[in-house]
């Protein structure tokens, strides 16, 4: 079997969005000390390749802890948007290039190539987002969750999150960010899991997403 991390790494000083404190990782219990090493995490909810609900957008939205574990494994597929360039958009055409494991799949995970900026100032640029159409395409589909190798499903000029909003208004969806290394997976079907922290009330979590083939 074939296993492949699509998950950074969580660390201190580490990409966050703009405004957002990063994670501090404090030495709680040592070897020295106590026998044992343990840390106390403090971070925010959002940090590093992470879901969001639709709680995340709307007071009585479905958390995380509400959806059923199976919401998070399932067969995805990699639509490959690196040919797009500052600005751009996502459109059908990146989805139509992988003909019809789009409907068969439970997972859109699209790959802008943007993971490569990690931990420079050029990731949080003027990445490409998807454009109405394939707004529609989702929200019409049967889809467990999209994901991104970006920091946000929106624009970060776009304050408003008009995208998160239309698409937690009408369906009940998970939306992942900060994913990594999409461009191993080619572009045909496989497997794949994001499994969030069972959190009570959760709006978002950090997951541990991976994809692996047989």
Not at 35 to 48: D, I, N, P, Q
Not at 134 to 160: H, Q, R
Request: charged share 25%.
């Amino acid at each position: 079997m074939k296993v492949i991390d699509l998950t950074h790494r969580i660390r201190e000083h580490m990409p966050v969005y703009p405004g957002t404190e990063p994670p501090v990782l404090e030495p709680a219990n040592t070897y020295e000390k106590d026998g044992f090493k343990e840390t106390r995490l403090s971070m925010f909810c959002h940090t590093g390749t992470h879901m969001d609900p639709p709680a995340h957008l709307f007071a009585h939205g479905k958390t995380l802890d509400q959806f059923p574990p199976e919401q998070f494994i399932g067969k995805a597929v990699v639509i490959n948007c690196r040919d797009l360039s500052e600005g751009d958009s996502i459109t059908m055409e990146h989805i139509h290039r992988v003909g019809d494991a789009s409907e068969k799949a439970d997972f859109l995970l699209f790959n802008l190539g943007w993971d490569k900026r990690w931990g420079t100032e050029a990731y949080f640029g003027d990445y490409p987002c998807l454009n109405d159409a394939v707004m529609d395409f989702i929200i019409e589909g049967n889809f467990k969750g999209i994901g991104f190798d970006v920091i946000g499903l929106d624009p970060i000029s776009d304050e408003n999150l008009t995208r998160h909003k239309r698409l937690f208004k009408e369906k009940e969806i998970v939306n992942i960010e900060n994913l990594c290394n999409l461009e191993q997976c080619g572009n045909e079907l496989f497997y794949f899991s994001c499994f969030p922290l069972k959190i009570e009330d959760s709006a978002g979590s950090p997951v541990r997403a991976v994809a692996w083939f047989e």
